[in-house]
């Protein structure tokens, strides 16, 4: 499905019992070719999870089964009052072909992580199940709020391209930005647990918050930050 332009979300699954979904092998957010924005198009959401839906698959390991999640307004993907939601193996900021810069923009974020969010695996060990965050306007992934726990953010790509090198004119801020957010797993010690932070434009990884408390963070390769 090629699904841009539209004036909220591009695909909104929302409410308790609306569960077990499968979104795989969709441009959301860009055009045809899948490597730019639409001209015009202020879609503002790819991807938004919310109001209890749970255990929903975004993206997956089998061929083609990526998601191209750029282009939007604002998140790339917005999990919102979710659990146990899946999301592998996706593109988020990039294009077909992971070379140009295709933003989630508007100072947002690729992955967006608020409310009562818990338990989500955001990647996992294996090549396939890697999502690549890179390019978008501020944040690859943002984890806010106290109630945002037991998240696993593991194996992925997170400032880079597929090939590990920095993009033309990318201007991720943050590889991952947490805030008040507790016991959440970023890499890990097992193998393909480590994400790489690379080439993000002021910090790879940036905790605050009174409430930051018990999130592991292990393994990850994090360089060429060009810290402000």
């Given at each position: 499905n090629i699904i841009s332009a539209n004036e909220q979300?591009?695909?909104?699954?929302e409410s308790f019992g609306t569960?077990?979904?499968?979104?795989?092998g969709n441009y959301i957010g860009v055009n045809i070719n899948g490597d730019s924005i639409i001209q015009g198009s202020s879609q503002d959401y790819g991807i938004r999870i919310y109001n209890n839906s749970r255990m929903n698959t975004v993206g997956g390991t089998a061929s083609g089964d990526e998601n191209i999640i750029s282009g939007n307004t604002m998140h790339g993907i917005w999990l919102n009052d979710t659990e146990l939601d899946t999301i592998w193996g996706n593109v988020i900021g990039i294009g077909v072909g992971g070379v140009n810069a295709v933003a989630n923009s508007t100072q947002q974020s690729g992955i967006y992580i608020d409310g009562t969010t818990q338990r989500n695996d955001i990647g996992n060990t294996t090549?396939?199940?890697?999502?690549?965050?890179?390019?978008?306007?501020?944040y690859g992934i943002y984890v806010d709020g106290t109630a945002?726990?037991?998240?696993k953010i593991r194996g992925n790509y997170i400032g880079c391209n597929a090939a590990l090198a920095n993009l033309v004119s990318a201007s991720q801020n943050y590889g991952l930005y947490i805030t008040s957010s507790n016991s959440n797993s970023i890499g890990g010690y097992k193998a393909?647990?480590?994400?790489t932070f690379s080439f993000n434009t002021v910090d790879g990884i940036y905790i605050n918050g009174a409430s930051a408390h018990y999130n592991l963070i292990s393994r990850n390769p994090i360089h060429n930050t060009i810290a402000t």
């Open positions: 979300s591009g695909i909104e699954i569960s077990y979904n499968k979104i795989k090549n396939n199940s890697r999502n690549i965050i890179s390019s978008n306007d501020n945002s726990t037991g998240n393909g647990e480590a994400n």
